[in-house]
């Protein structure tokens, strides 16, 4: 067996000899993702009492999960698709005593289930937020790092949470179409907003985070030896594609995950009365 060899380097929390500013990175990303998931968790609190139904379907209406007061119907991806204990519709199946989680305890397993499996988020919060190590040639707290094993083999579920998240994109796409679908006391129309473009942007810019997915990468093509021996130049099209969000998957994951929140935080600031979600064309 081959025996690692270990670099003579400081010993102790944070000691390196590394003279540059290596700690700006990690702590900047610790920042944005620990605001993250406090934004998140906040929201997804925040919405455990509601009981309302609009007369287009499931809705939040008087509550801070969907703009309703244009008539339109933009509702945020962190409560989407709706699922409400007890009540017809998507909720059905979940039992009448969950009455206190909000939608969005229900949703967030799988987005943060798919982001926190992710291989580049592990590298940034095993950096940022375990400090395993924090940088390269810096020590880390815990002694050295020693593979994904006992509780982190379940990370090995990225590739099924990938599936759920492809998935997910349709029911957001879903969403912008809804959110082109106007509705008033008596008459329906068809519409743009500003809400209508924030759902649009969310989903291109998750659709360009999932679909660079290392494992919807091998899922799409690199599983396969060659092209022509299955899928032909479709399959090997995709794949292309593929790898060059994957290349710029970093990206793709910051900025989807902003837009995220930015989403949500438009609807609530839409239905707090803070901004209008202004009315681009159409409407009713
Ligand atoms: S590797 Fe990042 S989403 Fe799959």
């Not at 939040?60 to 007061?69: D, H, K, L, P, W």
Request: glycine residues 10%; charged residues 15%; proline residues 4%.
């Amino acid at each position: 067996m081959v025996e690692a060899k270990h670099l003579p380097m400081d010993r102790g929390f944070g000691k390196t000899e590394r003279i540059d500013a290596w700690w700006k990175s990690p702590l900047a990303m610790a920042i944005y993702l620990g605001l993250a998931i406090a934004y998140a968790t906040w929201r997804g609190f925040m919405e455990a009492d509601f009981w309302i139904f609009s007369d287009f379907g499931m809705s939040g209406g008087t509550q801070t999960m969907a703009i309703e007061s244009e008539g339109s119907h933009v509702l945020s991806p962190l409560f989407s698709p709706l699922i409400i204990p007890g009540e017809d519709g998507l909720g059905s199946w979940v039992p009448e005593s969950l009455w206190w989680m909000s939608p969005a305890m229900f949703i967030l397993i799988v987005p943060a289930g798919f982001r926190g499996t992710c291989y580049y988020y592990r590298k940034a919060y095993y950096r940022s937020l375990m400090a395993s190590p924090v940088a390269c040639a810096v020590s880390t707290p815990f002694g050295d790092y020693n593979g994904e094993r006992r509780l982190f083999l379940f990370q090995n579920l990225h590739r099924y949470f990938m599936y759920l998240a492809v998935a997910y994109l349709f029911v957001l796409s879903y969403d912008v179409y809804m959110a082109t679908q106007f509705h008033g006391e008596n008459t329906n129309g068809i519409g743009v907003s500003v809400g209508t473009l924030v759902l649009l942007l969310n989903v291109i810019l998750l659709g360009g985070y999932t679909l660079g997915c290392h494992s919807f990468r091998h899922a799409i093509g690199g599983i396969r030896d060659r092209f022509k021996n299955g899928g032909g130049a479709i399959a090997e099209a995709c794949w292309k594609n593929c790898t060059k969000l994957n290349k710029n998957h970093n990206k793709w994951a910051i900025y989807s995950l902003f837009w995220v929140m930015f989403t949500d935080f438009y609807v609530y600031a839409c239905t707090e009365g803070w901004w209008t979600d202004i009315v681009l064309f159409g409407g009713i």
